[in-house]
């Protein structure tokens, strides 16, 4: 059995994050999402919208997911990564990691088996959650 790991903030699941999560799942048996924590979207991007334990229960009620789990704010990616042991690991179109240098790091950390690949972009006009958020900004006050 092939195990794949995704990962990310689902913090207003929309058509880019449908067709990830599609991806992903096409190269393996089994897809386990990894739902950053509040603190880290903190971190790293803005206020989420929605609470992690949240997007966790959507994002593992989606199709091509078998499980979701929430990630951590504390200790490193090979935690969660010891935790899940998936063979390949699928980015985001958009997300800021090097495929070849991720793997180099995965070696030299114990995993060198793990595969890593990247999704690629939808045509989608809202196919990020930024694009929605400021599509409804922009929508002001109409009804």
């Not at 799942?25 to 509040?38: F, I, M, N, T």
């Not at 179109?93 to 240098?101: I, L, V, Y």
Request: net charge neutral.
């Amino acid at each position: 059995m092939v195990r794949v790991m995704a990962s990310g903030v689902f913090d207003l699941i929309h058509p880019g994050h449908i067709s990830y999560l599609k991806q992903a799942r096409s190269y393996g048996d089994e897809l386990v999402v990894v739902v950053a924590c509040d603190e880290t979207v903190r971190k790293k991007k803005h206020e989420p919208i929605t609470p992690d334990y949240m997007r966790a229960k959507i994002v593992e009620n989606l199709k091509p997911v078998d499980r979701a789990i929430v990630g951590r704010s504390t200790g490193s990616i090979y935690d969660i990564l010891e935790e899940v042991r998936p063979d390949i690991i699928v980015l985001g179109f958009d997300q800021s990691f090097d495929e070849k240098e991720l793997e180099r790091d995965l070696a030299e950390h114990g995993f060198g088996n793990v595969k890593v690949k990247r999704a690629t972009e939808t045509a989608d006009d809202l196919n990020a959650t930024r694009r929605i958020v400021a599509k409804i900004r922009n929508m002001g006050g109409a009804q």
